[in-house]
């Protein structure tokens, strides 16, 4: 069986199983007995397909979590971001951060339950899988580890997810398959926390570096048919350098952000430190399933979507940043949803400098032009944001079908080497940080900084920089909200951020289904009426 074939099947294993967990799994804090029942039936675990099934499963799931009601840019994004909302109230509440408005969405995306199918999934697989190991020889020891650790690792990344949007959740670390769940309390998201940061450190000592990449390979294959596609070693400690910034632990941040960007194999390091500004943005790109299997590890985190003509499609609207900022002339749609405005664009990447690839004059053209990697139609009233525009069928020249298979990126080189920039500065190693920022100015067509001649050898100045340097290369991919959040905490003159952070502002409402479902969980205070 050829590379691509096996993939394919793998995908569409994904795709069948999660939709089964899906169908039958009710609430996990609504006491629904019928998921747990499907899910551990002896005949679920008696074999390498059904692990490996399984396995799949949970990223489908997590997948499912973060691109349910566009959750992923409805919370990184949207909400007190750069995008305008043209026309819709229910992204309007989301920007303006009015998340207690009666809206579907809101009220779908504030509801937790999809990260507990993840968590009770995970845990079930941990639990369980090891039994194979007794009855089918086919699944080994080696394969159990290496598939538990990246279960693990989604596990933690779920309990993450959730802290930096509700704070005090519910710490669960085992699954519930005999069918009753208890009304368990909020644990305090500091414990989270240390839960999440040693289970990666636990899952980053038994992942390889590359699956696939040893004489035995990873279920038959080599590292090229796992790259950007599952989690590694380099994987974990991608989501520890997160979690460390999150918590102010700079150290530590600097620690596991340097063991990606300085550990991570030298031909990936030659290939996007940082993707090109053409690759960012091709259709065929970073956030195109089949990209080039050595830029494809660039995706250090991703949740991958897969269209092919001939399965399958795991194709939509939901789980797709596309369905609200993309129109015509890209797809069949009249007008997007949300734009960034031509303010916007200038304030962004125009302020002092104006010559960025992403969104800049081109002084090499007669007359001087725009550069519009990330634009695409700016004399339009509502310029098409086409950063990212993963459209199915577009390898034919056909956008008419208007659904998108764009893989979600938690984090990608760049990202990391951002985080690190920003570590580094806290720990007083300009002279490093600068280095860093500067490469991908370079790479994005922007002059390098001088510590004393730009930044007036003031370290909060640094620091501006850097963040005002994520907010350009990072937009549409998740991030804004978390790094306005960091920015407020350490920068300290975001004053509407830091009334909110005091007050518990930054967190979503739990939704009322949770709460009613579970009288031990109490709303956040900030949107308690």
């Known amino acids: 069986m050829n590379r691509l074939l096996y993939i394919q099947r793998m995908m569409k294993l994904l795709v069948l199983a999660a939709p089964l967990l899906f169908?039958?799994?009710?609430?996990?804090?609504?006491?629904?007995?019928?998921?747990?029942?499907?899910?551990?039936?002896?005949?679920?675990?008696?074999?390498?397909?059904?692990?490996?099934?399984?396995?799949?499963?949970?990223?489908?799931?997590?997948r499912t979590a973060l691109g349910e009601n566009n959750t992923f840019w409805a919370t990184g994004d949207l909400r007190m971001g750069d995008f305008t909302v043209r026309i819709r109230s229910d992204l309007q509440a989301i920007r303006d951060n009015k998340l207690d408005s009666?809206?579907?969405?809101?009220?779908?995306?504030?509801?937790?339950?999809?990260?507990?199918?993840?968590?009770?999934?995970?845990?079930?697989?941990?639990?369980?899988?090891?039994?194979?190991?007794?009855?089918?020889?086919?699944?080994?020891?080696?394969?159990?580890?290496?598939?538990?650790?990246?279960?693990?690792?989604?596990?933690?990344?779920?309990?993450?997810?959730?802290?930096?949007?509700?704070?005090d959740v519910p710490l669960i670390t085992y699954s519930y398959d005999n069918g009753s769940f208890p009304k368990v309390a909020r644990t305090d998201a500091g414990i989270v926390l240390n839960y999440v940061i040693s289970e990666l450190r636990e899952a980053a000592k038994l992942l390889p570096e590359q699956l696939g990449a040893t004489s035995d390979k990873y279920y038959g294959f080599d590292a090229n048919t796992w790259r950007g596609v599952l989690l590694n070693r380099y994987s974990a400690y991608t989501i520890l350098a997160h979690v460390e910034a999150w918590r102010g632990n700079y150290i530590d941040a600097d620690i596991y952000s340097a063991q990606v960007l300085d550990k991570v194999p030298d031909f990936i390091k030659t290939i996007e430190v940082l993707t090109t500004t053409s690759n960012l943005v091709s259709s065929k790109g970073i956030f195109y399933d089949d990209y080039n299997a050595d830029y494809r590890a660039a995706r250090l985190v991703s949740f991958n979507y897969k269209y092919t003509s001939n399965q399958i499609n795991e194709v939509g609207t939901d789980g797709h940043l596309e369905s609200w900022t993309l129109a015509e002339p890209i797809v069949r749609k009249q007008l997007p949803d949300i734009y960034l405005s031509k303010d916007t664009l200038v304030n962004m990447f125009m302020s002092g400098y104006t010559s960025d690839n992403r969104f800049g004059l081109n002084d090499l053209t007669t007359p001087v032009a725009y550069y519009e990697n990330y634009i695409t139609g700016l004399s339009l009233e509502y310029p098409i944001f086409s950063k990212i525009q993963v459209v199915t069928g577009s390898e034919n020249g056909s956008h008419n079908l208007g659904v998108y298979s764009s893989s979600i990126i938690f984090s990608r080189l760049a990202d990391m080497q951002l985080l690190r920039a920003e570590a580094l500065v806290i720990l007083n190693r300009v002279s490093d940080a600068l280095s860093l920022l500067n490469e991908l100015r370079d790479m994005r067509n922007l002059p390098s900084l001088s510590y004393a001649k730009n930044l007036d050898s003031d370290p909060k100045k640094l620091l501006k920089e850097i963040f005002q340097e994520r907010r350009r290369e990072?937009?549409?991919?998740?991030?804004?909200?978390?790094?306005?959040?960091?920015e407020a905490r350490i920068v300290g003159d975001d004053w509407e951020m830091m009334t909110l952070i005091n007050n518990g502002g930054i967190y979503w409402p739990v939704s009322e289904n949770v709460m009613r479902e579970n009288p031990a969980i109490e709303q956040n205070d900030y949107w308690k009426r």
């Open 23 to 62: 169908s039958s799994c009710s609430d996990l804090l609504e006491n629904d007995n019928e998921f747990f029942h499907v899910a551990t039936q002896e005949q679920q675990w008696n074999s390498l397909t059904d692990t490996r099934s399984a396995m799949f499963g949970v990223y489908g799931l997590m």
């Open 102 to 167: 009666p809206f579907e969405n809101i009220k779908k995306i504030s509801d937790w339950t999809r990260f507990y199918k993840v968590i009770n999934a995970a845990c079930l697989f941990i639990e369980k899988a090891k039994e194979v190991v007794e009855k089918d020889p086919a699944y080994s020891e080696v394969n159990y580890t290496y598939d538990a650790a990246q279960v693990r690792v989604i596990r933690a990344l779920a309990y993450f997810y959730m802290v930096r949007m509700w704070g």
């Open 474 to 486: 990072l937009i549409g991919e998740g991030h804004r909200w978390y790094d306005r959040i960091r």
